[in-house]
């Protein structure tokens, strides 16, 4: 199939995102950060958090931010019209997959598909090295300079925005493009952003999350409390993690969920900020709450960074203090998130955005960093 008549190049909106754990969050922030009108959505979710509990039979402790059945950020995010294409009908339609990418951000669609990092440079540590399916985010292209623009864990790993030659990108892609032994290289996933839909904000959505997360209330989805720790108990799993790690030294540290909590208290201090810019904080509350908050992400960065340590030089002393650390944060976030719950709890629990900005003309952007 041709693809459609286009300018030489298109670049879809990205906004580096405020979550770089895993891509699923990355992605879908980048698109939606763009729009002041779904921060609000945002900042009623990203609170409540989970992770597997067993680190000792080979799984992965895998931790992650809450949606409903453990879903898909996608898939919970209103402000996203998501579509799935089995890959054997777009093989029957295009001869080259760029045709197809082309014809995509051209509707404004943004891609999500899978590639082989081994062919791509950008995969500094992969490339030519290391076959490895990973899934990229993919949204502009340029004709004349024969690229297309994705974001992915590239250089050193860190979630980033860069250019794919048009040759890399399909040996990427058609090495995958036979392999359906797992779920998600079945299909591609094309997102775009749902500029009619209209989000209610309540603050009462945020004092819920905020209670389930210290465990106040029990809400019908913590069923699986044997295998899933949620809220506040994540850091539990965490130090029994560290201690495991302790006691088998030749066992590989699983970094994500000790970043996921980082990510966690660095969206909380965008969420203090949004609330002041609304005005619901005073600007001396949200400087308490700030000051306070700033200190326990600080606190787990260096947490993070004393681990990535151990992951590069093998050396496990540095163990210990990251378990100091996490003995000593969850006390003092439950002080500070209690305060910042009572205090919710003294003001009108069905403020809403809208009568605020009619317009939805929110004054909060989220800063970069």
């Given amino acids: 199939m041709a693809m459609q ?52 039979k080979g799984k992965w402790g895998w931790g992650d931010f809450y949606f409903s059945n453990l879903g898909h950020p996608f898939e919970a995010c209103p402000w996203i019209d998501e579509l799935r294409i089995s890959k054997e009908i777009i093989n029957s339609k295009y001869v080259d997959v760029i045709d197809f990418i082309i014809d995509c951000i051209n509707s404004n669609y943004y891609v999500n598909l899978m590639a082989n990092a081994y062919f791509i440079k950008a995969y500094e540590k992969l490339y030519h090295n290391i076959h490895h399916k990973h899934d990229l985010f993919v949204f502009g292209y340029d004709v004349k300079k024969k690229v297309v623009y994705a974001a992915d864990f590239f250089y050193k790993s860190k979630y980033e925005y860069g250019p794919i030659s048009f040759a890399e990108f399909k040996e990427a892609f058609t090495s995958c493009a036979e392999d359906k032994s797992w779920e998600y290289l079945k299909h591609i996933k094309l997102f775009r952003f749902n ?139 439950k002080k500070v998130l209690t305060e910042i719950l009572d205090l919710l709890l003294q003001r009108p629990l069905y403020f809403t955005t809208k009568q605020l900005f009619p317009e939805h003309n929110y004054p909060y952007t989220i800063k970069k960093d």
């Fill in 195 to 333: 500029d009619e839909y209209n989000y209610e904000f309540y603050i009462d959505s945020i004092v819920k999350y905020i209670q389930e997360y210290l465990l106040i209330t029990e809400p019908s989805y913590m069923y699986n409390k044997s295998h899933v720790a949620y809220g506040l108990n994540y850091y539990d799993v965490l130090k029994k993690n560290l201690s495991y790690h302790h006691a088998v030294r030749n066992s590989d540290l699983f970094i994500p969920p000790f970043h996921l909590i980082y990510d966690h208290k660095r969206i909380m201090l965008s969420r203090l900020e949004f609330l002041n810019s609304i005005e619901y904080l005073s600007l001396t509350e949200f400087q308490n709450f700030h000051d306070k908050y700033s200190n326990i992400t600080f606190e787990l960065e260096s947490m993070r960074n004393l681990l990535m340590k151990v992951i590069i030089t093998k050396n496990t002393d540095y163990l210990d203090k990251a378990i100091n650390i996490l003995e000593k944060v969850p006390s003092q976030e």
């Fill in 5 to 56: 008549e286009s300018s030489i190049n298109k670049k879809l909106s990205v906004s580096y995102p405020p979550i770089t754990t895993y891509t699923h969050h990355s992605n879908l922030l980048s698109i939606i950060c763009n729009y002041k009108e779904s921060l609000s959505w945002l900042f009623s979710n990203y609170i409540q958090i989970f992770i597997y509990k067993d680190f000792s």
